[in-house]
C-alpha cells in the first residue's frame, strides 16, 4: 500500500458536483423524505435475514435429506449476501437509518456474516470510497499476484489464464475474511494508524475480532455439530455457504469497477489526481440493469455504483430515484455516466476486461 498523499483537484470548472447536490437536496426536500432507509428497506432487511438465518434453523432442528440441506446451505449464502448488501452496507455508511444506534446495530450484522465493523469502514468507506480504482490505495482492486485488475498491477505469465480462474477465484472472499483477513487487515490498520471517525483503542479492537471470530464459529460450526452433523458435513456446509455468497459478491463488486468503461488513473509525481473527487468517481465507476427489478431489490441498490459512490449517505432505497438526476447532470456538463443496459451485458464486458488485462502489458489497451 502507498503512503503518497492523494491530492485531488479542488477546481471544478463546470460545477457539476454543486448543481447536482442541489438537484438532490431539492428531490428530499419537495418530497419531505429523508435520505436514509425507510419501510421498504426494512421489509427488504428482513427478507435477506429470514433467507440468512431460517434455513439454519432448519438445518438445526429438522431432519431433511441430503438434496434439501444442500438447498439450504445455498440458501443461506443467498441470504448472507443479501444482508450484506441490503443491510450491512448501508448501515455502516449510515444510510440505514436517521438513529445513530440503528446504524451500528444493524452494521454489526457484518459479525455474523464473517467480517469485521473497524476493517470493513477502513477498507470499503476510507480506502475504496476515497481513492476509487487507484492502484496502491483502493485495496478492492487488489487481488495479490493471482489475479490482475489493473493495467498499472505487475503482469505475470499466469495472468494470461485469468479470464478461465477469476470467476472460480471470486467465491472464497468471504471465507477469507472468516478464516485470515480480518487478522491480517487489524494488524495492517492499527500499525498505519487508520480510522473511521474515532480510531478505536488497539486491545479493544483486537478483543472484538477474537471475540467476534469465537462466536461466529460456534454459530455456524459449533452448533451443527451439536445437532449431529458429521464433522465433514459442517465443512462441506460451511464451504458452499461462503463460496455462494462470496461469489455473489464478488461479482457485483467487480461489475462497477474492473470493466472497459471505467479508468484506473494514477496520481502524478505530486500525488495528485486530475480530477475532482466528485468527476473522478463518474470516470471509476459503472452501473447495470438499472431497470432489473430484481436486481435492484437483491443487490441492495449496488447495480446503482455511480449513485452509492456519489451520495454514500443516501441509503440505496432512493438511488433509482435519483439516477435520473445524475445522468442528466453528467450528460449537461459532458461528463461520462457508465452503464449497461443488463447484468449480463455487464459480466461479459467484466470478462472481456479481465482477458485484456490477462495479456502482455504491451498488448494491454491504454
Known amino acids: ?25 431539492s428531490y428530499f426536500k419537495e418530497n419531505n423524505i ?40 445455498i440458501t443461506i ?32 450484522s457484518i459479525y455474523i456474516l464473517a467480517g469485521n465493523v473497524y476493517n470493513w469502514q477502513i477498507q470499503h468507506n476510507v480506502l475504496h470510497h476515497t481513492y476509487t480504482n487507484i492502484q496502491g490505495y483502493d485495496e478492492d482492486i487488489d ?14 505469465k499466469i ?34 494508524k487508520l480510522a473511521y471517525g474515532k480510531a478505536p483503542n488497539p486491545v479493544t479492537q483486537w478483543t472484538t475480532v477474537i471475540v467476534a471470530k469465537i462466536i461466529y464459529y460456534t454459530i455456524w460450526v459449533a452448533l451443527p455439530l451439536l445437532s449431529g452433523f458429521d464433522w465433514w458435513q459442517v465443512l462441506i456446509g460451511f464451504f458452499i455457504m461462503h463460496y455462494t455468497a462470496g461469489i455473489i459478491l464478488s461479482v457485483v463488486f467487480q461489475l462497477a469497477h474492473i470493466m472497459p468503461n471505467t479508468d484506473m488513473p494514477l496520481p502524478d509525481e505530486n500525488g495528485a489526481i486530475k480530477n475532482t473527487w466528485a468527476i473522478h468517481q463518474l470516470h ?14 437483491y443487490t441492495g ?13 443516501i441509503s440505496h432505497v432512493h438511488y ?18 457508465h452503464e449497461y443496459d443488463s447484468i449480463w451485458d455487464a459480466i461479459k464486458a467484466h470478462y472481456k476486461q479481465l482477458k485484456e488485462l490477462g495479456q502482455e502489458p504491451e498488448y494491454v489497451a491504454a
Open 143 to 156: 487481488a495479490g499476484r493471482i489475479i490482475r485488475f489493473s493495467k498499472h498491477a505487475k503482469w505475470l
Open 34 to 73: 429523508k435520505k436514509t432507509g425507510n419501510s421498504y428497506l426494512y421489509f427488504k432487511a428482513f427478507v435477506m435475514f429470514a433467507l440468512f438465518l431460517a434455513p439454519l434453523v432448519v438445518l438445526l432442528t429438522i431432519e431433511v435429506p441430503t438434496w434439501a440441506q444442500l438447498l439450504l446451505v
Open 77 to 108: 449464502g443467498f441470504g448472507m449476501a443479501g444482508v450484506g448488501m441490503n443491510v450491512m452496507h448501508d448501515a455502516n455508511h449510515g444510510a440505514f437509518s436517521s438513529k445513530a444506534w440503528v446504524n451500528k446495530l444493524m452494521g454489526s
Open 301 to 313: 441498490g449496488l447495480n446503482h455504483q455511480v449513485e452509492h459512490h456519489l451520495f454514500t449517505n
Open 159 to 192: 495472468h494470461k489464464f485469468q479470464k478461465y480462474y477469476a470467476f472460480i477465484l471470486y467465491g472464497l472472499l468471504t471465507i477469507n475474511w472468516a478464516i485470515t483477513t480480518d487478522f491480517k487487515q487489524t494488524y495492517q490498520y492499527l500499525k498505519r
Open 284 to 297: 471509476t465507476t459503472s452501473n447495470f440493469s438499472p431497470n432489473g427489478r430484481f436486481v435492484e431489490f
Open 1 to 25: 500500500m502507498e503512503t503518497k498523499t492523494i491530492k485531488f483537484s479542488n477546481v471544478d470548472k463546470t460545477r457539476f458536483y454543486r448543481t447536482l447536490n442541489k438537484k438532490i437536496n
Open 320 to 337: 433509482k430515484k435519483i439516477a435520473a438526476f445524475v445522468k442528466e447532470t453528467a450528460q449537461e456538463y459532458n461528463l461520462p455516466y
